[in-house]
């Protein structure tokens, strides 16, 4: 599967009626095997359902997508949003670039292994901050720009004749995801500008159904980007264990519903018609 936090199909079958099978056998291996936990990350609902009844524990989560209902420029958006949202929007672009910052946006044909030697330095500076360990190598990023050159959007950001920050996304067929962000000097918005306006502007531009900005932050939402559900399907064989987890995803279930349904007060959009 794809090393990235995308649903789609995990019982990979042309067969629906074969799903249930395939279900019931992964818990099966994984009993045969001895292994402590099985779990399935981002299946489709119909899939993550099936597993669910082959008794798989289940778990939902939330991402932030960005919907193109349509829109023909930046402005269109723009126009369904709140008014003090749009004013709030067109002050954050204009402050994120000030000063000297450009933008350069590539696709995948024109990133140099000069482009990827810059974003390497932003990605293992945002990773050492955040998470410890940064674990992709420069390499991947070579290899990715070699092997899924027609799927790479990477915007870069350039001040006084050196690049300072960026962001790579993925191409898919509908839809733009937007996957790392790194940066060697701060700037206010330039993250917002970068990760998220200038990812609808791309969406638009190519008639892309919706941008994925990946999970956390509510600051995502006041920029046009709407909580969706994702699931997830865990195998334990400790049944203490296993009973201690279901307990505890019965009440997270309840609280990301419960989120979900705030959030959504707080969208940006105008309301009804």
């Known amino acids: 599967m794809p090393f990235t936090p995308v649903t789609g199909p995990r019982l990979l079958t042309r067969n629906d009626a074969l799903r249930p099978a395939l279900a019931a056998a992964l818990a099966e291996q994984a009993q045969r095997d001895g292994v402590s ?54 002050r954050e672009r204009r402050e994120a670039l000030h000063g000297d910052i450009t933008l350069e946006i590539l696709d995948g044909g024109a990133i140099t292994e000069a482009h990827w030697d810059a974003f390497f330095a932003f990605y293992q500076d945002t990773g050492a901050r955040k998470w410890g360990q940064p674990y992709l190598t420069r390499t991947f990023f070579s290899l990715i720009g070699e092997r899924l050159a027609g799927h790479i959007v990477l915007i870069l950001c350039r001040r006084g004749g050196r690049y300072i920050a960026g962001a790579l996304n993925l191409l898919g067929g509908d ?48 920029r046009g980007y709407l909580p969706h559900l994702t699931h997830s399907a865990h195998w334990i064989a400790d049944e203490g264990f296993r009973q201690a987890v279901a307990r505890f995803l019965a009440h997270e279930r309840q609280h990301v519903a419960h989120e979900a349904a705030i959030l959504a007060d707080y969208a940006p959009f105008k309301k009804g018609p």
């Open 37 to 90: 936990s099985l779990h399935v990350t981002f299946p489709t609902e119909a899939d993550w359902q099936t597993l669910g009844k082959a008794g798989f524990l289940l778990r939902t989560d939330q991402q932030f997508y960005w919907l193109n209902k349509g829109y023909q420029s930046f402005d269109d958006f723009l126009a369904d949003l709140l008014s003090r949202k749009r004013k709030a929007i067109r």
């Open 175 to 222: 839809t733009l995801y937007g996957r790392y962000w790194g940066a060697i000097e701060q700037h206010r918005f330039l993250h917002f500008e970068v990760c998220y306006y200038r990812a609808i502007d791309i969406a638009i531009a190519r008639g892309l159904a919706r941008v994925e900005a990946g999970a956390q932050g509510e600051h995502k939402l006041a």
